[in-house]
């Protein structure tokens, strides 16, 4: 077990020192798994519209424990690589998700989400992201829906409250190999969205799986390939996450 981890880890640091936070963005699902510890990496790069937009890529680090049967947290070390900058460290986070409802005792499973950053650049202040999760299933397909709000505080420009999305449908074609779709969305201001064309709206094609590597220990995958839909969207993202649950 070690050993498994230390490698784990050890590839996610070369990973983090030459990779960034919009491309490796997620799916939070809204079960909690008592006991579990793990450790997670994540990983995204973007092909961008805009000339003037250098960021290449962003990853991150984690290190997580389910604390409480309904509670689960985690700690972030994020990374990214701009144009102008190279590689560098960006920020930390502390993420915790709150499992509502029992799995499978109603028709949609609930969760909430909630992170606070700090990054690198004190001048943009705390970021607060906080936000309900919904699962259900019909079969063997898993349906997800996410709704995040987003607010800096303390940072030297103050800007409104931003709504984002999350989607995935997910088909459980066997536990090693799943596959599915995700979509993310930002919205703008919370209660004045942007216009249409210059909202960031990516879909695309996802694969997700789970590989046993002893007892009570797993490597769990998931990826997607993203396309912008909308003109402040990136053209195409490449996104990654790889757990190693113990």
């Known amino acids: ?44 790069q973007a092909n961008n519209r805009a000339p003037d937009d250098n960021l290449k890529a962003a990853s991150s680090l984690g290190f997580g424990y389910g604390a409480r049967q309904h509670w689960f947290t985690e700690f972030y070390f994020k990374g990214e690589n701009t144009a102008g900058e190279g590689a560098h460290y960006d920020a930390v986070e502390w993420e915790n998700k709150f499992q509502l409802t029992e799995t499978g005792e109603y028709p949609v499973d609930v969760g909430l989400i909630s992170e606070i950053e700090r990054p690198k650049n004190h001048s943009e202040g705390w970021e607060v992201r906080v936000g309900p999760l919904f699962q259900s299933d019909f079969g063997r397909l898993q349906a997800n829906a996410n709704f995040l709000f987003t607010h800096n505080y303390d ?72 396309f912008g839909t909308t003109e402040g969207a990136p053209k195409q993202i490449f996104r990654m996450q790889v757990e190693y649950e113990f």
């Open 155 to 226: 940072a030297e420009t103050q800007d409104p409250t931003q709504f984002s999305y999350q989607v995935q449908l997910k088909y459980r074609w066997k536990p090693v190999f799943e596959y599915g779709l995700q979509g993310f969305g930002d919205m703008g201001a919370w209660n004045r969205w942007n216009d249409s064309r210059q909202q960031s709206q990516r879909f695309g094609p996802a694969l997700f799986g789970k590989v046993g590597v002893g007892v009570h220990k797993a490597i769990r995958y998931n990826a997607a390939f993203l």
């Open 1 to 44: 077990m070690k050993i498994t981890a230390a490698l784990v880890a050890a590839t996610a640091f070369i990973y983090l020192q030459q990779a960034a936070a919009g491309p490796s963005e997620y799916v939070y699902e809204p079960k909690v798994e008592y006991g579990e510890k793990e450790i997670d990496f994540k990983f995204g």
